[in-house]
């Protein structure tokens, strides 16, 4: 393990980090708030010691392998998670250090669940960062380092993949910086779009401003209380549904379709499966709310599309009060929490190429059962999936569910949540989508959770952001010997 590198490259993130917190630090003094004091503190404990360790341990000409990746991208996103929180810790906006950390990582893995009841009473910097944190956990924390960094050679290939969500990696440049500073384009201008939008069509600046990061990050932290609901616009509402389902898409698509000019990337399976789900939840979910909870046609399409939207997605917005609604709509919503967005995109969840590839093998399996002698390949958009990517996807599975069945044990015994309120919980914060149902939906936050209830699911989000293998692989004694890691 080369220590050295490791530490540089976490010196250089506590730098871009306590640079990031200049932004609603600035904003702080120009608006006289005294959450100045608590960004200041902040930008010092965490600027010096990162300053301190870029200068001792310089990148250049380092040896970066395998180890180093993962070790680097674990201890990038529990850094930025621990020191993240310190501004709402120092500003004195929630109870304990365990509430900011809860909150930090929500923003960070864009889950949105929140433990603060009364947002509006926030300062306007705290409110910031909150989306900032969306906003840079998005798209990845290591994404936007390999940027800013550009002298990493091989290990920004590393570094990529042990961050980037989704069964495959794909690249549209040959270099992985470049690709990397394209998405960052990309991210930054719809980004800029969907604030535009949401201003013209009637939010304040700021609002809007938060609102885009956490729109097109996926992530749900509003600046309002009662979420989206609060504007009740259809054109608002019209415009965030939007944007969640493009942002809920793989981003490699559009990457592609400005590189190369070509319209044909469109023509992919995992995103024609994405808006098929998408169109089949809203037009059942529509159906239940006209004819069982007595709904015109147009109330009921409306707030079916954006909340399957927001669901779907990961983002985790509330147009309505969707606790109140008829069972049979909980229940597909609450599926659609494991589903997710698709790979490559901002969203949480399993991912829909997951499940396509999941239902292609077990397909092929029943095949096999009555042809025993056939030989079947797995393809996805014409490309043959191998062995190794179809174990990883099914050892994904397993621990997707045993993760979700055990956190969900822990938080119902700890909590004293009834069984679907816990297993809402759990599944809202390991697929990174922010509200559940019951003591944790969309009108309530995760303020009345126990301390070890916040503590697993804090764990639960981190984990699904990171897709498991990127946590868990350090845990293996190998990982920090002379052995072969995987």
Same mark, same amino acid.
Request: proline residues 3%; glycine residues 10%.
């Given at each position: 393990?080369?220590?050295?590198?490791?530490?540089?490259?976490?010196?250089?993130?506590?730098?871009?980090?306590?640079?990031?917190?200049?932004?609603?630090?600035?904003?702080?003094?120009?608006?006289?708030?005294?959450?100045?004091?608590?960004?200041?503190?902040?930008?010092?404990?965490?600027?010096?010691?990162?300053?301190?360790?870029?200068?001792?341990?310089?990148?250049?000409?380092?040896?970066?392998?395998?180890?180093?990746?993962?070790?680097?991208?674990?201890?990038?996103?529990?850094?930025?998670?621990?020191?993240?929180?310190?501004?709402?810790?120092?500003?004195?906006?929630?109870?304990?250090?365990?509430?900011?950390?809860?909150?930090?990582?929500?923003?960070?893995?864009?889950?949105?669940?929140?433990?603060?009841?009364?947002?509006?009473?926030?300062?306007?910097?705290?409110?910031?960062?909150?989306?900032?944190?969306?906003?840079?956990?998005?798209?990845?924390?290591?994404?936007?380092?390999?940027?800013?960094?550009?002298?990493?050679?091989?290990?920004?290939?590393?570094?990529?993949?042990?961050?980037?969500?989704?069964?495959?990696?794909?690249?549209?440049?040959?270099?992985?910086?470049?690709?990397?500073?394209?998405?960052?384009?990309?991210?930054?201008?719809?980004?800029?779009?969907?604030?535009?939008?949401?201003?013209?069509?009637?939010?304040?600046?700021?609002?809007?401003?938060?609102?885009?990061?956490?729109?097109?990050?996926?992530?749900?932290?509003?600046?309002?209380?009662?979420?989206?609901?609060?504007?009740?616009?259809?054109?608002?509402?019209?415009?965030?549904?939007?944007?969640?389902?493009?942002?809920?898409?793989?981003?490699?698509?559009?990457?592609?379709?400005?590189?190369?000019?070509?319209?044909?990337?469109?023509?992919?399976?995992?995103?024609?499966?994405?808006?098929?789900?998408?169109?089949?939840?809203?037009?059942?979910?529509?159906?239940?709310?006209?004819?069982?909870?007595?709904?015109?046609?147009?109330?009921?399409?409306?707030?079916?599309?954006?909340?399957?939207?927001?669901?779907?997605?990961?983002?985790?917005?509330?147009?309505?009060?969707?606790?109140?609604?008829?069972?049979?709509?909980?229940?597909?919503?609450?599926?659609?929490?494991?589903?997710?967005?698709?790979?490559?995109?901002?969203?949480?969840?399993?991912?829909?190429?997951?499940?396509?590839?999941?239902?292609?093998?077990?397909?092929?399996?029943?095949?096999?059962?009555?042809?025993?002698?056939?030989?079947?390949?797995?393809?996805?958009?014409?490309?043959?999936?191998?062995?190794?990517? +179809?174990?990883? %996807? @099914?050892?994904? #599975?397993?621990?997707?569910?045993? $993760?979700? !069945?055990? *956190?969900? &044990?822990?938080?119902?015994?700890?909590?004293?949540?009834?069984?679907?309120?816990?297993?809402?919980?759990?599944?809202?914060? +390991?697929?990174? %989508? @922010?509200?559940? #149902?019951?003591?944790?939906?969309? $009108?309530? !936050?995760? *303020?009345? &959770?126990?301390?070890?209830?916040?503590?697993?699911?804090?764990?639960?989000?981190?984990?699904?952001?990171?897709?498991?293998?990127?946590?868990?692989?350090?845990?293996?004694?190998?990982?920090?010997?002379?052995?072969?890691?995987?």
């Amino acid at each position: 393990m080369n220590l050295p590198v490791i530490l540089g490259l976490l010196g250089k993130l506590l730098v871009i980090y306590a640079g990031a917190m200049c932004i609603p630090l600035t904003l702080a003094v120009v608006l006289g708030e005294w959450s100045v004091y608590s960004f200041l503190l902040s930008i010092i404990i965490i600027g010096i010691p990162g300053f301190f360790l870029m200068k001792r341990f310089k990148l250049t000409e380092m040896k970066f392998g395998v180890r180093e990746a993962f070790a680097a991208v674990t201890g990038a996103w529990l850094l930025a998670s621990f020191t993240g929180a310190l501004p709402y810790w120092f500003a004195d906006v929630v109870p304990t250090y365990i509430d900011a950390l809860f909150e930090t990582v929500s923003g960070l893995t864009t889950t949105g669940a929140s433990v603060i009841s009364d947002v509006e009473a926030l300062p306007q910097s705290i409110l910031l960062w909150r989306s900032l944190t969306h906003w840079v956990g998005g798209l990845g924390i290591i994404v936007l380092f390999i940027v800013l960094l550009p002298k990493t050679g091989m290990g920004s290939v590393l570094l990529f993949n042990a961050e980037v969500p989704g069964p495959t990696n794909d690249r549209v440049m040959p270099r992985i910086r470049d690709t990397a500073a394209a998405l960052w384009k990309i991210y930054l201008i719809f980004t800029a779009i969907c604030a535009v939008l949401l201003w013209m069509a009637g939010m304040s600046f700021l609002d809007a401003l938060n609102h885009a990061f956490a729109t097109i990050a996926t992530g749900g932290f509003s600046t309002k209380n009662t979420s989206i609901m609060y504007y009740n616009s259809l054109t608002i509402e019209m415009i965030v549904a939007f944007f969640m389902i493009f942002s809920g898409a793989n981003f490699v698509i559009y990457l592609t379709v400005w590189r190369k000019k070509t319209m044909k990337a469109f023509r992919n399976t995992e995103l024609m499966v994405y808006l098929l789900i998408i169109i089949a939840a809203t037009l059942l979910i529509a159906g239940s709310l006209w004819s069982n909870a007595g709904n015109s046609p147009g109330y009921a399409f409306r707030h079916a599309l954006f909340q399957v939207a927001s669901i779907m997605t990961t983002t985790g917005y509330a147009s309505v009060d969707f606790d109140q609604w008829p069972s049979m709509t909980k229940i597909i919503l609450f599926l659609l929490m494991f589903i997710g967005g698709s790979a490559g995109s901002t969203s949480g969840g399993m991912k829909v190429s997951r499940i396509i590839l999941l239902v292609k093998a077990t397909w092929a399996e029943l095949k096999r059962g009555i042809h025993p002698r056939v030989v079947s390949s797995i393809k996805l958009d014409d490309k043959v999936i191998d062995t190794e990517n +179809l174990s990883r %996807v @099914g050892i994904f #599975f397993f621990l997707y569910i045993v $993760t979700f !069945t055990g *956190a969900s &044990i822990i938080v119902a015994a700890s909590t004293g949540l009834s069984p679907f309120e816990a297993m809402s919980a759990v599944a809202a914060t +390991l697929g990174n %989508v @922010g509200p559940g #149902f019951g003591t944790v939906g969309p $009108t309530t !936050t995760f *303020a009345g &959770i126990s301390l070890l209830g916040k503590i697993v699911l804090t764990v639960c989000m981190l984990l699904g952001r990171l897709e498991f293998f990127t946590l868990l692989i350090i845990f293996r004694p190998e990982f920090w010997g002379k052995g072969k890691v995987w």
